[in-house]
């Protein structure tokens, strides 16, 4: 089975800094990851993915995540935080094959001005 | 929301009533995908459809049933039988095979609520 933990329910940063999203998973062999971002009341849109190579993943609007397959962790990532990027994230892990992606329950983004 | 359309945006139900939600999409993508969201809960899978005739059921399919008639249509019937149906709807498509490493795409939802 493969299962997404995201420890934390909501992440408060202030405007101008950096700010981490964490996601771990459990996925048997080699992980297909991704994050997607969802506005209220909107579908998710879809930021970035790691299938395979660099562990470092640039994304939509400034975003990043590292993989690290020891930790088995894909935290999002954004050096300067602005208000606009309030909003949910969620991480979801896929293997392949016949395998849906698993959703984290998602964390709520709070930036201040 | 790409080319993803729900409708409709908002949708009221009475107890006992069955209710279909409309799910198109414009993409040609092969897989469509329809998910529960629940405060709290993430995003969990109701069914998945990988082509036209054939879909299979997700982790929480008791109460649903979907067709999949056209490559484009992906409807959802909320019955009766659904009892805690008042939930965000999302409808999603990807290109290839549902569990391939290709994103999904998601349309912008639907809001039932059962009075």
């Known amino acids: 089975a493969q299962s997404v933990a995201q420890p934390e329910d909501q992440v408060n940063v202030a405007e101008g800094n950096p700010l981490t999203v964490k996601c771990t998973y459990s996925v048997s062999g080699n992980p297909y990851l991704f994050w997607y971002v969802q506005y209220p009341n909107r579908g998710l849109q879809f930021l970035l993915k790691?299938?395979?190579?660099?562990?470092l993943v640039k994304g939509s609007y400034g975003f990043e995540a590292e993989f690290n397959k020891s930790q088995t962790s894909f935290h999002l990532k954004k050096p300067s935080a602005l208000v606009s990027d309030s909003a949910l994230y969620f991480c979801?892990?896929?293997?392949?094959?016949?395998?849906?992606?698993?959703f984290g329950r998602g964390t709520s983004l709070i930036v201040h001005p | 929301d790409g080319g993803i359309t729900q409708s409709p945006k908002y949708l009221f139900r009475k107890e006992g009533q069955n209710v279909t939600l409309s799910c198109e999409q414009n993409?040609?993508?092969?897989?469509m995908y329809w998910y529960r969201q629940d405060p709290g809960q993430g995003l969990r899978l109701i069914y998945y459809s990988q082509i036209v005739n054939d879909f299979q059921k997700g982790d929480i399919a008791e109460g649903y049933s979907v067709s999949r008639e056209k490559k484009e249509s992906f409807p959802l019937t909320v019955t009766s039988a659904q009892k805690n149906p008042t939930a965000f709807y999302l409808c999603?498509?990807?290109?290839?095979?549902?569990?391939?490493?290709?994103?999904?795409?998601f349309g912008p939802g639907t809001r039932l609520t059962v009075l």
């Open positions: 993409l040609n993508h092969d897989a």
């Open positions: 999603a498509s990807s290109i290839g095979n549902p569990g391939s490493h290709n994103e999904q795409f």
């Open positions: 790691y299938i395979t190579g660099d562990n």
């Open positions: 979801a892990a896929g293997r392949g094959g016949s395998y849906i992606p698993t």
